[in-house]
């Protein structure tokens, strides 16, 4: 078979180059309580070429607290490697309102401290007149705080800013999915009648503060939702790996649009330090990775060659209908790509 190289073709490792790597954490670097496979050792082996930083949208906890998890697990962690959503919120903030100026919170320590470390005033109630409203997760957050949120936003577009450090609609916990930050903006805006400005992932704001902060030139993020992480790093123009540990899987993948595709799909971290494969094209349309491939013909997607590697059939298999041009839902796909 034939075959020639697209621009994806030079087998390189994805770390090849990157001088800052960047991570975002839950699905990524752990899972629960527990430290993902592979994750620890594959990052402190980064460590040794480049600088290592992490990307969380979590408000609710400090720098300093994600910190002393992360060195838990074995990784060689300060609070300045953690880039978190209220550090970017506060970056946005004090683009909007003067220095020292007061500001309603609506979250917890992780983001108050933040603010207060910027220099303005906290205050607790809209009847405090504040000159912006600030929001972000926090367990404890009540009917009581929204209502503040609401009363202090009262007058549409022409209000006090308002900004919230990200929009994730739900949050993993140990019992399940409950409603995230992104939940609790929803409630304010429909009273208000009015968004926030966003700074967390999919948010372009807290690339900048990690690119910024660690001087990046050739960064790569590291990410396993495609709603968040990868499409903002697509935004922010960073290359993206999409790790299978974490929230999407092939699925997703598949189904990913343009701005939501990875530069890299990794099974496990590992994969960081190992040549990327090449995705090449067949005479006869077929998209190949490695052993395996794949081609669209019509509306169908069909499984040439399986090849040894679950991975390579999935990464020939998104580019082949990444590539068609075609919607997935007009696709007849077959159901071991899924898996």
């Known amino acids: 078979m034939a075959l020639f190289r697209t621009r994806n073709s030079v087998q390189a490792a994805p770390l090849d180059g990157v001088d800052v790597l960047l991570a975002d954490l839950d699905g990524v670097v752990y899972k629960g309580h527990e430290a993902i496979p592979h994750a620890v050792e594959s990052i402190n082996q980064a460590a040794q070429g480049a600088r290592v930083g992490y990307i969380t949208n979590n408000a609710s906890r400090t720098d300093a607290a994600v910190a002393e998890q992360l060195r838990g697990f074995g990784l060689d962690t300060q609070p300045s490697d953690i880039v978190t959503s209220p550090q970017a919120a506060v970056r946005l903030l004090a683009g909007l309102v003067p220095a020292e100026a007061r500001i309603l919170v609506i979250g917890g320590?992780?983001?108050?401290?933040?603010?207060?470390?910027?220099?303005?005033?906290?205050?607790?109630?809209?009847?405090?007149?504040?000159?912006?409203?600030?929001?972000?997760?926090?367990?404890?957050?009540?009917?009581?705080?929204?209502?503040?949120?609401?009363?202090?936003?009262?007058?549409?577009?022409?209000?006090?800013?308002?900004?919230?450090?990200?929009?994730?609609?739900?949050?993993?916990?140990?019992?399940?999915?409950?409603?995230?930050?992104?939940?609790?903006?929803?409630?304010?805006?429909?009273?208000?009648?009015?968004?926030?400005?966003?700074?967390?992932?999919?948010?372009?704001?807290?690339?900048?503060?990690?690119?910024?902060?660690?001087?990046?030139?050739?960064?790569?993020?590291?990410?396993?939702?495609?709603?968040?992480?990868?499409?903002?790093?697509?935004?922010?123009?960073?290359?993206?790996?999409?790790?299978?540990?974490?929230?999407?899987?092939?699925?997703?993948?598949l189904a990913a649009g343009p701005d939501s595709r990875p530069t890299y799909i990794l099974e496990d971290l590992r994969g960081l330090h190992e040549a990327y494969p090449a995705v090449e094209k067949a005479r006869g349309g077929a998209t190949v990775v490695g052993d395996a491939a794949v081609r669209v013909s019509g509306t169908t997607v069909e499984v040439a060659r399986e090849g040894g590697d679950p991975v390579n059939l999935l990464r020939a298999a998104c580019h082949a209908i990444w590539d068609s041009g075609i919607a997935i839902y007009a696709l007849d796909v077959p159901e071991r790509l899924y898996r």
Do not use: Y
């Open 109 to 253: 320590e992780g983001l108050s401290s933040v603010v207060s470390a910027a220099g303005f005033t906290i205050v607790s109630s809209a009847d405090d007149e504040p000159a912006a409203v600030i929001q972000g997760f926090a367990p404890e957050l009540g009917w009581k705080d929204l209502a503040e949120a609401s009363f202090a936003l009262a007058g549409g577009d022409d209000g006090i800013p308002w900004v919230a450090t990200n929009m994730d609609w739900t949050l993993p916990v140990a019992r399940g999915i409950a409603p995230g930050n992104g939940t609790l903006v929803s409630a304010v805006h429909n009273a208000v009648g009015r968004l926030p400005v966003v700074a967390g992932k999919p948010e372009v704001a807290i690339f900048e503060e990690a690119r910024a902060r660690f001087g990046a030139k050739h960064p790569l993020f590291i990410g396993d939702r495609l709603d968040t992480d990868v499409i903002g790093a697509n935004r922010a123009g960073i290359d993206s790996v999409l790790v299978l540990t974490g929230i999407d899987k092939a699925k997703q993948l």
